[in-house]
């Protein structure tokens, strides 16, 4: 177990040494250096700026230095706003996260029934909705979900109410019914992928020996399921949390966008849009170690639940 | 009991023709894999579907009267079926299909080209990342050992980047353009096909046949080709298709925050996001490219699990 | 006999199971009959795919069904109908009136879950007994199978045991509520030769320590011959010969029987006893053949063979086999014309 840990720490720490390396070689390439902006700054705050972000270097220090910044959580300032990166990082990520958390949540918790549900139900018309549902949920990028429950639910029901109730709120996050459509928007693509993997693993599992000794022994289908096969048939959906989460947090960056949430991926989108270097890398080399901290979370998360796990030398 | 005649109990024998059991016809895997997909009507309709989507796209902005770029200033964000009244078509009694956007483009050719635009995104990003994975796959699972121990662990540091924030941030050096949206997505989209690749070539390098192939002195390069590629092909179908519209979805959402193809070009992804400015006064901008969208990818989705269930019916549920 | 005056746990009456595929309706199992007298062992003999595994299956009904059906025949376990019972009854059977062990113990223990868990499982779910009881209880069912270490063994995970450690677990868990019935199917077709005696000789323990009735099915005529007492030889759905072991292997009339022992090797035979094989393969049960399902293999097979199915021809007390040269008027192989081939 203690070398499974070990291995898998290893490797977020070069994927994430390898992520910062590439941010910063990429930016380096950018066209001109980064205070050559639209704006023309007098050449006395230019050198200044430069001294300050060593651009006067050779650029082994200035990545020498970058490297430390990153270390002690100095990302630069904004370009736009010339507050520090990390400031706006950790204001606008609380957003982000409750957003992102309730999202793979409830990806993973109705995607897991659903996909259950669709498996036990084989065949019949109760998989088959699951299944439909599914499939539209992998085939309709997020953007288009969050525009269409915007458009209906938020616009046209609240029209058609006579104007009275905001049901759903079109924009923001504050009251919890701003929060239903973001979150499912969010969700519904993951929700979608978790149970289609769900539903394969659950009749795999299902078809397993095991599950017919469980049978012999004379337990009910409830208890088979409950006991038996919930447990090792999520062990493949566990694996799939760290790209759930990574799709998730760069869902958010047009779910926010459209759903005008304050979180980091409408900044990162707006940075994006304005050219705001500084602020693009750092939220770049943030997003990146966030993602593969989660991934590192995932993998130990799972030689936990799966016994197997400890005795595997490799 | 009753009396049987003698002649009933002449001696024949066993019956060499009829002794193998298995009596059904034994069929390639191929034509097997065929009929099964032809019997499966959805993936059928899905790919009839693809085709003449490809072929619309290819051919109706040819022969529509109108050019994606030519602005009608005077009629602009019209709805459906609204005639043109442009001075340049006067007496001409053509007609905006699908509307025009706020600066008067026509929709529908609009639509159209953005489909070739988006799907040659699609086709090249996903043939390049087959390329590289069948390469660096092939190699690293048929020399194993060392060479696949370290080009794996290269694959999972690759891996371990997310994506999108990549191809992001490649998309903001590298000029905009539909190549650099290619390229973008096959710096990082390749891993998934060389793994898969590996893994073919893993579980068959170690069958007889490669053994043999190999006694009998055939290069590496030879088996490689002749023998590990033709066995890992159905797998490779399936996931080829199944990687089509995830790169659609790929350039939708580039396009979508802003690193799209440049400007006046139109693409599914460039159109949803004009469409999202506007939609709330006029939401058809929006519901076209996204049908579109949808529609595509739902069909590459629901054939490649058609291609699936034809290829390994075990996985057939 | 002595077996018959034991009470009778398990009749099996002219069996009937199909199972509804694409192709069509595959007979697995076309009319199978036998019954089964406390504290005896019956062997089920027949190549793969002759239907033991689906007739052990049934009268437990573990097959889903759908695909599988029973279109005719009754099972009677006890005194419980068995093709009409429920679910909810049929959860009540399992595991306490008739168990069953499955060939590959590698798959068949939950590998997430612990091995005394799993036995605990079942002894919770038929007894009245708290957690803790059956715990003990699971330890001592370790034991009875010799398990070394139980406590320690319990609190492990199947992937820990060895196969031969995992089947024995395995018949702990079948034993675990003493059932009356215990179905072993090619209990030791995946383990090692050596592994193989013990879990035999294991097997015939508890057949002399309790009383539970065992079905054993194997292709292994060597496995049959240690401890049956009775021996069913199946062959495409149907069973072709049945009697008691020295009957099967001595006095045999059904020439499938014949050739199945003619393609055991043993130690003792004479060196011109040549090995035969048995050219050919059963036949597809998508489709089977009108007459003997072993004509087309048989070496003596008859005009008659290929048009009509053979009844059941009894030998003696117990003994019956189903092929036409039983037949009275069947006249002398001179006369029929047969050729040695």
Same mark, same amino acid.
């Given at each position: 177990?203690?070398?499974?840990?070990?291995?898998?720490?290893?490797?977020a720490?070069?994927?994430?040494?390898?992520?910062?390396?590439l941010?910063?070689?990429?930016?380096?390439?950018?066209?001109?250096?980064?205070?050559t902006?639209?704006?023309?700054?007098?050449e006395?705050?230019?050198?200044?700026?430069?001294?300050?972000?060593?651009?006067?270097?050779?650029?082994?220090?200035?990545?020498?230095?970058?490297?430390?910044?990153?270390?002690?959580?100095?990302?630069g300032?904004s370009?736009?706003?010339?507050?520090?990166?990390?400031?706006?990082?950790?204001?606008?990520?609380?957003?982000?996260?409750?957003?992102?958390?309730?999202?793979?949540?409830?990806?993973?918790?109705?995607?897991?029934?659903?996909?259950?549900?669709?498996?036990?139900?084989?065949?019949?018309?109760?998989?088959?909705?699951?299944?439909?549902?599914?499939?539209?949920?992998?085939s309709v990028?997020?953007?288009?979900?969050?525009?269409?429950?915007?458009?209906?639910?938020?616009?046209?029901?609240y029209?058609?109410m006579?104007?009275?109730?905001?049901?759903?709120?079109?924009?923001?996050?504050?009251?919890?019914n701003?929060?239903?459509?973001?979150?499912?928007?969010?969700?519904?693509?993951?929700?979608?992928?978790?149970?289609?993997?769900?539903?394969?693993?659950?009749?795999?599992?299902?078809?397993?020996?095991?599950?017919?000794?469980?049978?012999?022994?004379?337990?009910?289908?409830?208890?088979?399921?409950?006991?038996?096969?919930?447990?090792?048939?999520?062990?493949?959906?566990?694996?799939?949390?760290?790209?759930?989460?990574?799709?998730?947090?760069?869902?958010?960056?047009?779910?926010?966008?459209?759903?005008?949430?304050?979180?980091?991926?409408?900044?990162?989108v707006?940075?994006?849009?304005?050219?705001?270097?500084?602020?693009?890398?750092?939220?770049?080399?943030?997003?990146?170690?966030?993602?593969?901290?989660?991934?590192?979370?995932?993998?130990?998360?799972?030689?936990?639940?799966?016994?197997?796990?400890k005795?595997?030398?490799? | 009991?009753?009396?049987?005649?003698?002649?009933?109990?002449?001696?024949?024998?066993?019956?060499?023709?009829?002794?193998?059991?298995?009596?059904?016809?034994?069929?390639?895997?191929?034509?097997?894999a065929?009929?099964?997909?032809?019997?499966?009507?959805?993936?059928?309709?899905?790919?009839?579907?693809i085709?003449l989507?490809?072929?619309?796209c290819?051919?109706?902005?040819?022969?529509?009267?109108?050019?994606?770029?030519?602005?009608?200033?005077?009629?602009?964000?019209?709805?459906?079926?609204?005639?043109?009244?442009?001075?340049?078509?006067?007496?001409?009694?053509?007609?905006?299909?699908?509307?025009?956007?706020?600066?008067?483009?026509?929709?529908?050719?609009?639509?159209?080209? +953005? /489909?070739? $635009?988006?799907?040659?995104?699609?086709?090249a990003?996903?043939? #390049? &990342?087959? @390329?590289?994975?069948? !390469?660096?796959?092939?190699?690293?699972?048929?020399? +194993? /050992?060392? $060479?696949d121990?370290?080009?794996?662990?290269?694959?999972?540091? #690759? &891996?371990? @980047?997310?994506?999108? !924030?990549?191809?992001?941030?490649?998309?903001?050096?590298l000029?905009?353009g539909?190549?650099?949206?290619?390229?973008?997505?096959?710096? #990082?989209?390749?891993?998934?096909?060389?793994?898969?690749?590996?893994?073919?070539?893993?579980?068959?390098?170690?069958?007889?046949?490669v053994?043999?192939?190999?006694?009998?002195?055939?290069?590496?390069?030879?088996?490689?080709?002749?023998?590990?590629?033709?066995?890992?092909?159905?797998?490779?179908?399936?996931?080829?298709?199944?990687?089509?519209?995830?790169?659609?979805?790929?350039?939708?959402?580039?396009?979508?925050?802003?690193?799209?193809?440049?400007?006046?070009?139109?693409?599914?992804?460039?159109?949803?996001?004009?469409?999202?400015?506007?939609?709330?006064?006029?939401?058809?901008?929006?519901?076209?490219?996204?049908?579109?969208?949808s529609?595509?990818?739902?069909?590459?989705?629901?054939?490649?699990?058609?291609?699936?269930d034809?290829?390994?019916?075990?996985?057939?549920? | 006999?002595?077996?018959?005056?034991?009470?009778?746990?398990?009749?099996?009456?002219?069996?009937?199971?199909?199972?509804?595929?694409?192709?069509?309706?595959?007979?697995?199992?076309?009319?199978?009959?036998?019954?089964?007298?406390?504290?005896?062992?019956?062997?089920?003999?027949?190549?793969?795919?002759?239907?033991?595994?689906?007739?052990?299956?049934?009268?437990?009904?573990?097959?889903?069904?759908?695909?599988?059906?029973?279109?005719?025949g009754?099972?009677?376990?006890?005194?419980?109908?068995?093709?009409?019972?429920?679910?909810?009854?049929?959860?009540?059977?399992?595991?306490?009136?008739?168990?069953?062990?499955?060939?590959?113990?590698?798959?068949?223990?939950?590998?997430?879950?612990?091995?005394?868990?799993?036995?605990?499982?079942?002894?919770?779910?038929?007894?009245?007994?708290?957690?803790?009881?059956?715990?003990?209880?699971?330890?001592?069912?370790?034991?009875?199978?010799?398990?070394?270490?139980?406590?320690?063994?319990?609190?492990?995970?199947?992937?820990?045991?060895?196969?031969?450690?995992?089947?024995?677990?395995?018949?702990?868990?079948?034993?675990?509520?003493?059932?009356?019935?215990?179905?072993?199917?090619?209990?030791?077709?995946?383990?090692?030769?050596?592994?193989?005696?013990?879990?035999?000789?294991?097997?015939?323990?508890?057949?002399?320590?309790?009383?539970?009735?065992?079905?054993?099915?194997?292709?292994?005529?060597?496995?049959?011959?240690?401890?049956?007492?009775?021996?069913?030889?199946?062959?495409?759905?149907?069973i072709?010969?049945?009697?008691?072991?020295?009957?099967i292997?001595?006095r045999?009339?059904?020439?499938?029987?014949?050739?199945?022992?003619?393609?055991?090797?043993?130690?003792?035979a004479?060196?011109?006893?040549?090995?035969?094989?048995?050219?050919?393969?059963?036949?597809?049960?998508?489709?089977?053949?009108?007459?003997?399902?072993f004509?087309?293999?048989c070496t003596?097979?008859?005009?008659?063979?290929?048009?009509?199915?053979?009844?059941?021809?009894?030998?003696?007390?117990?003994?019956?086999?189903s092929?036409?040269?039983?037949?009275?008027?069947?006249?002398?192989?001179?006369?029929?014309?047969?050729?040695?081939?």
């Amino acid at each position: 177990m203690a070398k499974y840990i070990l291995k898998r720490v290893g490797y977020a720490i070069v994927t994430l040494f390898v992520l910062v390396t590439l941010t910063f070689f990429m930016m380096r390439l950018l066209p001109g250096d980064p205070f050559t902006g639209e704006k023309q700054l007098p050449e006395k705050t230019m050198a200044a700026l430069n001294a300050k972000y060593g651009l006067d270097k050779p650029v082994t220090t200035q990545y020498i230095m970058y490297l430390g910044n990153c270390l002690h959580g100095d990302l630069g300032l904004s370009l736009n706003t010339n507050r520090p990166v990390t400031t706006i990082i950790g204001e606008a990520f609380t957003y982000s996260f409750d957003l992102g958390i309730r999202a793979v949540l409830m990806a993973f918790v109705v995607g897991v029934l659903l996909g259950t549900l669709a498996a036990i139900k084989r065949g019949r018309p109760a998989d088959t909705i699951c299944m439909l549902i599914a499939l539209i949920g992998v085939s309709v990028p997020s953007f288009i979900v969050a525009s269409v429950l915007q458009y209906f639910l938020g616009l046209q029901l609240y029209f058609a109410m006579g104007k009275t109730v905001h049901l759903f709120a079109v924009t923001g996050w504050d009251g919890f019914n701003s929060k239903i459509l973001p979150v499912f928007a969010l969700a519904f693509g993951s929700l979608a992928q978790i149970s289609r993997l769900m539903r394969t693993s659950m009749l795999d599992v299902l078809g397993q020996d095991y599950i017919k000794t469980a049978k012999a022994k004379g337990l009910s289908q409830k208890a088979i399921i409950w006991k038996h096969a919930i447990r090792n048939a999520i062990m493949p959906v566990v694996t799939v949390l760290g790209p759930i989460t990574a799709s998730v947090l760069t869902g958010g960056f047009v779910v926010e966008s459209v759903f005008a949430v304050p979180g980091l991926g409408r900044y990162f989108v707006q940075s994006i849009q304005n050219r705001d270097f500084t602020m693009i890398s750092g939220t770049t080399i943030f997003y990146g170690a966030f993602l593969i901290i989660a991934n590192l979370v995932v993998d130990l998360a799972y030689g936990l639940i799966d016994p197997r796990v400890k005795l595997e030398e490799g | 009991m009753d009396k049987i005649d003698k002649s009933r109990f002449g001696w024949v024998g066993s019956d060499p023709e009829h002794r193998e059991g298995l009596s059904r016809p034994s069929i390639t895997y191929w034509r097997d894999a065929m009929n099964r997909l032809v019997k499966n009507r959805v993936a059928l309709v899905c790919l009839v579907f693809i085709i003449l989507l490809i072929l619309s796209c290819a051919i109706l902005p040819f022969i529509s009267p109108f050019n994606s770029r030519e602005q009608h200033l005077s009629e602009t964000n019209q709805s459906f079926f609204t005639p043109c009244e442009d001075s340049r078509f006067e007496g001409q009694n053509h007609m905006h299909i699908f509307g025009t956007d706020k600066l008067g483009r026509d929709t529908w050719t609009r639509t159209f080209e +953005g /489909g070739r $635009v988006s799907l040659m995104i699609a086709f090249a990003a996903v043939f #390049v &990342n087959l @390329i590289i994975g069948i !390469i660096y796959g092939g190699i690293s699972g048929y020399y +194993g /050992g060392a $060479v696949d121990n370290v080009m794996m662990r290269i694959v999972e540091i #690759v &891996n371990g @980047i997310p994506y999108l !924030i990549i191809v992001v941030l490649l998309m903001m050096i590298l000029k905009q353009g539909t190549f650099t949206m290619v390229i973008a997505y096959a710096t #990082v989209g390749w891993t998934g096909m060389a793994r898969l690749v590996r893994g073919q070539a893993l579980s068959l390098k170690n069958q007889e046949f490669v053994t043999a192939a190999e006694a009998m002195g055939a290069k590496p390069s030879r088996i490689i080709a002749k023998h590990l590629l033709p066995n890992a092909l159905s797998v490779i179908i399936i996931n080829v298709t199944l990687a089509v519209p995830s790169a659609i979805f790929t350039e939708a959402f580039l396009s979508y925050i802003g690193l799209g193809v440049p400007v006046p070009m139109p693409s599914w992804g460039i159109l949803a996001q004009e469409g999202s400015q506007v939609f709330q006064v006029y939401p058809e901008k929006l519901w076209i490219p996204a049908i579109a969208i949808s529609l595509t990818m739902l069909s590459f989705n629901l054939l490649g699990d058609g291609l699936r269930d034809a290829f390994d019916p075990r996985l057939r549920r | 006999m002595a077996k018959d005056m034991n009470k009778k746990v398990l009749s099996v009456n002219n069996l009937h199971v199909s199972f509804d595929t694409y192709a069509g309706e595959v007979q697995a199992v076309r009319g199978v009959t036998f019954d089964l007298h406390e504290g005896e062992v019956l062997a089920i003999v027949g190549e793969s795919g002759c239907g033991k595994s689906v007739t052990a299956q049934t009268i437990m009904k573990l097959n889903p069904m759908p695909p599988a059906r029973i279109p005719e025949g009754d099972v009677t376990l006890g005194d419980v109908d068995i093709v009409n019972a429920s679910e909810k009854e049929m959860q009540k059977l399992r595991g306490k009136e008739v168990s069953m062990i499955f060939q590959d113990p590698m798959t068949c223990l939950n590998p997430t879950k612990k091995v005394g868990k799993q036995i605990v499982e079942a002894i919770v779910h038929h007894t009245h007994m708290s957690r803790e009881e059956a715990k003990a209880e699971a330890i001592k069912c370790l034991t009875q199978v010799n398990i070394p270490n139980p406590e320690e063994r319990a609190q492990q995970y199947p992937h820990e045991f060895s196969g031969g450690m995992r089947q024995r677990a395995m018949i702990a868990m079948a034993l675990s509520c003493n059932p009356k019935v215990l179905i072993a199917d090619e209990p030791t077709t995946a383990l090692d030769v050596t592994i193989q005696a013990q879990i035999m000789d294991l097997l015939a323990k508890i057949k002399t320590q309790i009383n539970t009735a065992i079905i054993l099915i194997t292709h292994d005529l060597g496995v049959v011959a240690s401890m049956a007492d009775r021996v069913a030889v199946m062959y495409a759905g149907k069973i072709v010969e049945t009697g008691t072991c020295e009957d099967i292997f001595y006095r045999n009339s059904h020439p499938y029987t014949q050739a199945l022992l003619k393609s055991l090797p043993s130690v003792d035979a004479d060196k011109k006893d040549r090995l035969v094989s048995i050219a050919g393969s059963p036949p597809d049960l998508l489709d089977p053949p009108k007459g003997c399902g072993f004509a087309a293999r048989c070496t003596r097979c008859m005009h008659i063979c290929r048009e009509e199915q053979p009844p059941e021809f009894t030998i003696g007390d117990g003994h019956t086999a189903s092929c036409w040269l039983l037949h009275p008027d069947c006249p002398s192989a001179e006369e029929r014309g047969e050729k040695d081939v």
